[in-house]
T-cell receptor, first 113, second 116 residues
Framework: NAGVTQTPKFQVLKTGQSMTLQCAQD?????MSWYRQDPGMGLRLIHY???????DQGEVPNGYNVSRSTTEDFPLRLLSAAPSQTSVYFC????????????FGPGTRLTVT | AQTVTQSQPEMSVQEAETVTLSCTYD???????LFWYKQPPSRQMILVIR??????QNATENRFSVNFQKAAKSFSLKISDSQLGDAAMYFC?????????????FGKGTKLSVIP
């Protein structure tokens, strides 16, 4: 199993550009989520999904959009990038919501200039 | 809302010695999970240890153990026989138990340095 994969690993955007961060998992996990990590902060939840076709907002959802058309994929879209979205983004998945371990991807470092 | 506090931004330990990282949390729930994650320079988040709040026994994983004090809402991580590979950021995290309770709430992390 590849686990949780994320592409790209690094990305530089100009303010106002849009892009999609890709996330895929091959563990047949129902639950997937996106976090962002800023310097001196822990990870904060952006959006999450409890299954294909079902998504919900986390703590910091503004400026991001998600969809979940398959169990495997959970892309994160930046609609109009802003410097405040410069961060490291992690995708995670888990088997269920009952305290099971969340498996994290390797992260995407995004810089918005 | 739940909050997780790690009061030690940085710590250091001599190789082979023992170090304890502190974590406190605030919740009104009685059933929940607590985690310690390790983030080495590679950036990968690695689960170190997990504790269920309903279990009184402290979790242990090889050289890693926790001191879980439910009444005090404290969840410290003890690393014994510290190794150079233990150098990393360590994050404490909380997750409420129950269907639909999915969000992990993280502390701000403790950077651990291991001195040879």
């Amino acid at each position: 199993n590849a686990g949780v994969t994320q592409t790209p690993k690094f990305q530089v955007l100009k303010t106002g550009q849009s892009m999609t961060l890709q996330c895929a998992q091959d563990m047949n996990h129902e639950y997937m989520s996106w976090y962002r990590q800023d310097p001196g902060m822990g990870l904060r939840l952006i959006h999450y999904s409890v299954g294909a076709g079902i998504t919900d907002q986390g703590e910091v959802p503004n400026g991001y959009n998600v969809s979940r058309s398959t169990t495997e994929d959970f892309p994160l879209r930046l609609l109009s990038a802003a410097p405040s979205q410069t961060s490291v983004y992690f995708c995670a998945s888990s088997y269920s919501d009952l305290g099971y371990e969340q498996y994290f991807g390797p992260g995407t470092r995004l810089t918005v200039t | 809302a739940q909050t997780v506090t790690q009061s030690q931004p940085e710590m250091s330990v001599q190789e082979a010695e023992t170090v304890t990282l502190s974590c406190t949390y605030d919740t009104s729930e009685s059933d929940y999970y607590l985690f310690w994650y390790k983030q080495p320079p590679s950036r990968q988040m690695i689960l170190v240890i997990r504790q269920e709040a309903y279990k009184q026994q402290n979790a242990t994983e090889n050289r890693f153990s926790v001191n879980f004090q439910k009444a005090a809402k404290s969840f410290s991580l003890k690393i014994s026989d510290s190794q150079l590979g233990d150098a990393a950021m360590y994050f404490c995290a909380y997750r409420h138990s129950g269907a639909g309770s999915y969000q992990l709430t993280f502390g701000k992390g403790t950077k651990l340095s291991v001195i040879p």
